[in-house]
């Protein structure tokens, strides 16, 4: 995730991104933030979007081969698609050669290591796992959306509050706007 944030900071792009792992709520964060760092505000020429097994890969690359208008780069998000679970040769070959111009970011929940497509993601792009955070990285993490809100919580608190929901960070966080709009 720190070369993933350096990338955004920076805004020095790989051509090809993964973002794969169990954590639902990374996978839409960053998502977005690299949504957001690389196209202009309300720049939908140069973006696509695709989700759902079933895609038509050559419409995709299609795409990618296309030029951006009046834009550094042309996005393209492919959520979900199953490329990672089962072989797809051609994606495989695509991503070696995208063109400079071109991002693809897939956001997936299962990526097998062993695929061809993440192997040649890993070769030329960057694939960022977001795994489910230990408890400590929660604590952190609930404490810092709480200070945004102008609260506090003690660790015994929060371990306790914890213990009482699902650690799903989505989960979380919206238990946390709860106990916000609880306690005004």
């Known amino acids: 995730m720190r070369i993933l944030n350096e990338h955004i900071k920076n805004h020095t792009f790989k051509n090809v991104y993964l973002i794969y792992g169990p954590e639902d709520y990374l996978r839409r964060q960053y998502r977005d933030k690299l949504k957001a760092a690389i196209l202009a505000d309300g720049d939908t020429m140069n973006y696509n979007y695709f989700e759902g097994k079933g895609i038509d890969v050559n419409e995709v690359i299609g795409l990618a081969q296309t030029m951006p208008f009046f834009a550094d780069y042309r996005l393209i998000i492919l959520e979900n698609t199953g490329f990672f679970s089962s072989a797809n040769d051609v994606m495989a070959e695509f991503v070696k050669e995208i063109p400079e111009t071109t991002i693809l970011v897939f ?24 795994p489910s955070p230990d408890q400590n990285t929660l604590i952190r993490w609930v404490a810092g959306l709480l200070k945004q809100e102008n609260r506090r919580i003690t660790k015994d608190d929060c371990l306790l509050f914890l213990s009482t929901v699902d650690l799903d960070m989505e989960n979380i966080r919206q238990e946390l706007e709860k106990l916000v709009c609880y306690t005004m």
């Open 107 to 130: 956001v997936e929940e299962n990526a097998d290591k062993r695929n061809k497509l993440f192997k040649a993601v890993s070769q030329v792009g960057y694939a960022a796992n977001m």
